[in-house]
């Protein structure tokens, strides 16, 4: 069994840095992938979405890309459509491939007491850490295989994931992908991206105030009965 999963892991491991070497020589761009595609809208949303699958697996295609290219070639309510999908299906994807190494990451972190310490602590604010991470920019391939092979509950990681990215793809798909943080728009993304992390935190801290009450007071009923 074991040799049989490194096996499977040597194989997508090829195929990624088959296609990472691709991509790397033939970058894509969103002007390239409007001028690609065919007229016809049902093809271009599906070979869109392919590209998204594709994402889920290779960091070198960019997700602003995609979305700006979403914007470029549908109107704006369809847009927001396909790339919603689209988001969902390359988080999903990255995720699934992290959730296959789930028990092998377990059994490394039992073996070590300070892993162990600190996936306990980070566990708990699991939702912000990757909410923080995706806002942020990091790799959203190298974040979805991290929380999915540290067994983050898929809906939370999804939902954490898309408010992260959201401010920046708003502006992708109205915009373009040529605004940065160095601009005003890019600025302000960021301030909704820090506030949007602050929230949440601030959120979670409460509600663990409030469940440590309900339980010392839980243990104070018993004691006086």
Known sequence: MKKKKIILYSIFAVIVVAAVIYFLCNPLSAEEIEAMLPQNEWWSAA???VLFVMKGFIPVILYAILVTACG???DLPY?????????????????LIGKTAKTDVNRMIEKH????????????YSFVFSLALH???????????????????????????????LPGTAMW????????IFTKEGLVIFLIDCMLVAVSFLYLKHRD??????????????SEK
């Open 47 to 49: 070979i869109l979405l």
């Open 72 to 74: 470029a070639l549908f």
């Open 79 to 95: 847009a927001i459509l396909l790339a919603s999908i689209g988001t969902v299906i390359t988080f999903t994807i990255s995720y």
């Open 113 to 124: 007491e300070m892993l162990k310490k600190y996936y306990v602590k980070g566990e708990k």
């Open 135 to 165: 806002a942020v920019g990091l790799s959203s391939e190298l974040l979805g295989a991290f929380f999915g092979s540290v067994g983050m509950a898929y809906v939370p990681y999804l939902v954490s994931s898309v408010i992260g990215v």
């Open 173 to 180: 798909l109205v915009l373009g992908d040529q605004k940065s």
């Open 209 to 222: 105030k409030k469940k440590a009450e309900k339980a010392a007071k839980s243990v104070s009923d018993d």
